[in-house]
């Protein structure tokens, strides 16, 4: 598997970067599997494909506070992101591993490993939810994807030491919750998993066995993704 260290600076840029890895190796299978480790110095919301705008954030405070809002491609809930939270991407060949073929499967090859990798004997990391990692009953990651014909694009988020009091400032109790959640609050619901970034970007390569040296997307496909979908004010306000 190929490993990328890559961020931008906005959300917006990040979030096209990630869709055209997807959709280089969409149109080009040989590319094969990578993992891309990036984060934001600024804080941002970003809103699931299929999130309603006027439900899952406080976009009024959002805009007086100049924090950007973008909506992923992928699907999932909403999420603050900024620093002291690390962010990977994958895109994976779901004919190399058909148990990525199906939602539940995809999550378990995933997060399985990834709970492994980052759990230490004091602190058990888990698989909680369906798209979830947690310390104890506490989540410490959320994850989404996005599917095309052959591969899948996953985006995860792992809280480090976030400021987490940013949450309920920013997003309201979610629409949908997993069983585990219990109605909680986000305070109550939310840790940090106290590691370093280069801990965690080394439990997230040897997690997933990404040791190739990755390369970026041509810069077309990211003008794409931008030009159809980013860029494009009704792409945030159509729900």
């Known amino acids: 598997m190929e490993y990328l260290n890559h961020s931008l600076p906005t959300l917006k840029d990040n979030l096209a970067l990630d869709e055209a ?68 991407t994958l895109v994976l060949d779901s004919e190399l591993d058909p148990g990525i073929g199906t939602i539940a499967g995809s999550y378990e090859r995933i997060l399985d490993p990834l709970a492994e990798a980052l759990s230490r004997p004091e602190r058990v990391v888990s698989r909680k939810g369906i798209s979830d990692l947690a310390l104890g009953e506490m989540k410490v990651s959320g994850s989404a994807q996005q599917r095309k014909r052959r591969f899948v694009l996953h985006h995860g988020t792992l809280l480090l030491n976030m400021d987490l009091s940013h949450l309920p400032r920013l997003l309201p109790q979610p629409p949908r919750q997993p069983d585990y959640r219990l109605d909680r609050d986000h305070s109550s619901f939310t840790t940090n998993l106290e590691l370093s970034e280069s801990e965690t970007i080394e439990a997230l390569t040897r997690a997933f066995k990404a040791s190739r040296e990755g390369k970026l997307p041509p810069a077309e496909l990211v003008d794409r993704s931008l030009q159809e979908r980013f860029n494009d004010p009704t792409w945030l306000i159509r729900r």
């Open 21 to 88: 890895l997807l959709l280089e190796r969409e149109e080009n299978p040989a590319r094969g599997n990578i993992l891309r480790v990036w984060k934001m110095d600024t804080l941002a919301v970003a809103m699931g494909s299929g999130g309603k705008i006027n439900e899952e954030l406080h976009y009024s405070i959002c805009r007086r506070e100049q924090v950007e809002v973008q909506r992923r491609s992928s699907g999932g809930g909403t999420v603050v992101v900024g620093p002291g939270c690390l962010l990977y």
